[in-house]
């Protein structure tokens, strides 16, 4: 078992690299605001609770997230390793989930920071579009669906995330440099951190990260 974070700005490509390499790796996916998103969609109570937050581009409080997400992570599926992407976003929520793993054979094994500039998260998360059915990603630029407002994966119908107008943009990178970010040095400290440059193809990116994971303890499929 290998459990596995992924942090960096919003645009970064966790999502997308989370995808990707959870598909290789035979692991899970573990999408906090994919949760949240889901939520929302279906109407109930979290969703309600996660709502205003999520349009202001600020974080959801930690008890209500750090509930949401260890509750999928004690699901069986989880056993085989996770990649978490989103969670966790504060100290706070770091040291919860250090707290949760504490048990032999459970940790964290590795964080990988997704790096890309200021100016390409921009360009992406504007043309960013994704199904409201099974959260697949696509951009309008450089990985646009085969058939125009309809996921690939599903034929379910694609849109664009409130949060990704400019200005919630700013307010998200905001809140990601002032409460995030300093969750890079808590995982150097641990010596768990990998600094992955996310610019280039989304391939590429894919092997950059594989890389720096370590083969034994890897299952490719
Ligand atoms: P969340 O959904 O986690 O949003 P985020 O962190 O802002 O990150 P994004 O999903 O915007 O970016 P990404 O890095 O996943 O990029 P993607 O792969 O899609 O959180 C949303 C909200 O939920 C928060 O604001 C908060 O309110 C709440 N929330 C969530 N987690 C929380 C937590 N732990 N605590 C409290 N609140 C929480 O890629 C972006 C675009 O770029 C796509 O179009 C993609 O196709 C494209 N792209 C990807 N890679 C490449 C590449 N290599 N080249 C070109 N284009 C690329
Ligand atoms: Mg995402």
Redesign the pocket.
């Known amino acids: 078992m290998y459990n596995i974070v992924f942090v960096?700005a919003?645009?970064?490509?966790?999502?997308?690299?989370a995808s990707m390499v959870a598909r290789k790796l035979n692991m899970v996916h573990i999408?906090?605001?994919?949760l949240?998103r889901q939520a929302l969609e279906q109407g109930t109570e979290l969703g309600k609770q996660?709502k205003a937050?999520?349009e202001r581009?600020?974080?959801?409080p930690d008890e209500i997230?750090i509930q949401m997400v260890m509750e999928r992570l004690s699901a069986p599926d989880c056993e085989k390793g996770v990649i978490l992407?989103?969670?966790?976003?504060n100290l706070t929520?770091a040291e919860a989930l250090d707290s949760a793993l504490s048990e032999p054979g459970k940790t964290i094994d590795k964080v990988i920071h997704i790096k890309a500039a200021e100016a390409e998260l921009i360009r992406?998360?504007s043309?960013?579009w994704l199904c409201r059915q099974c959260q697949a990603?696509?951009?309008m630029v450089?990985?646009p669906p085969k058939v125009a407002g309809k996921c690939d994966k599903c034929g379910g119908e694609l849109y664009q995330r409130p949060?990704d107008k400019p200005e919630t943009v700013k307010k998200?990178l905001g809140v990601y440099f002032a409460e995030t970010a300093p969750l890079i040095d808590y995982y150097r400290r641990q010596g768990k951190l990998s600094e992955v440059a996310?610019?280039?193809?989304?391939e590429e990116?894919t092997r950059r990260i594989v890389s720096a994971l370590p083969e034994e303890k890897l299952v490719t499929r």
Not at 31 to 34: E, H, P, R
Not at 57 to 60: D, I, M, R, S
Not at 198 to 202: R, V
């Open positions: 960096g919003p645009g970064a490509g966790k999502g997308t690299q999408s906090s605001g994919d949240f996660a937050c999520m581009g600020v974080l959801v997230t992407d989103g969670f966790p976003r929520q992406r998360l043309a960013r990603v696509y951009n450089n990985s949060d998200r996310g610019e280039g193809s989304m990116v």
